[in-house]
């Protein structure tokens, strides 16, 4: 199950535009709620969560998935469940994914030492060891970073074709008429 936390003041499209794209490619996904089961999002859109944080079976993770926004990133970055979940998916080798602010708390985790990321533009620093690029979405490994709003399908879509299939993300990519 891929899971997608959701904290008070996340970034709507790039939380929901994941879920959306991952559900067409037939994946499990699960929105989590962490501090809530209805997190607000950045802009005011409350979403209930599909579980809370204490719920989540750590055993049937597949993918964890951290959006950005303000101050969703933060929140995110206080959980204990976040963390233990960002930990067992590293330790495991499962694909983790942060977007926009989000993958600062990779990078003060130590996730980002020696791999290639990207982030919204004023976080480089708080990537870490991590290598910053310009770019709209980065994969290492099992990494994949993105730098914001105005790329969460092209990341999403990633997402369906790391976790999917090329053909599955692509024939999404046309279906929802995406150049």
Do not use: W
Request: aromatic share 4%; proline share 3%.
């Amino acid at each position: 199950m891929i899971a997608v936390f959701l904290a008070d003041g996340f970034e709507e499209i790039e939380a929901l535009a994941v879920v959306d794209i991952l559900r067409r490619a037939e994946l499990s996904v699960l929105t989590v709620g962490v501090g809530t089961d209805t997190p607000t999002g950045a802009h005011g859109i409350s979403v209930c969560a599909d579980v809370s944080e204490d719920a989540l079976d750590m055993a049937a993770l597949s993918a964890v998935v951290l959006p950005g926004g303000m101050p969703g990133t933060l929140n995110l970055e206080k959980s204990a469940v976040v963390q233990q979940a960002l930990a067992f998916a590293m330790d495991q080798h499962l694909p983790v994914a942060a977007i926009c602010a989000a993958p600062s708390i990779l990078g003060h985790a130590g996730y980002l030492n020696g791999l290639h990321a990207t982030c919204y533009p004023g976080f480089e620093s708080e990537l870490g060891e991590g290598i910053y690029e310009e770019a709209a979405v980065v994969t290492d490994g099992t990494v994949t970073t993105a730098a914001g709003a105005g790329v969460a399908v092209d990341f999403a879509l990633e997402l369906a074709r790391r976790l999917a299939t090329v053909a599955t993300a692509d024939d999404i990519r046309r279906g929802i008429q995406c150049r």
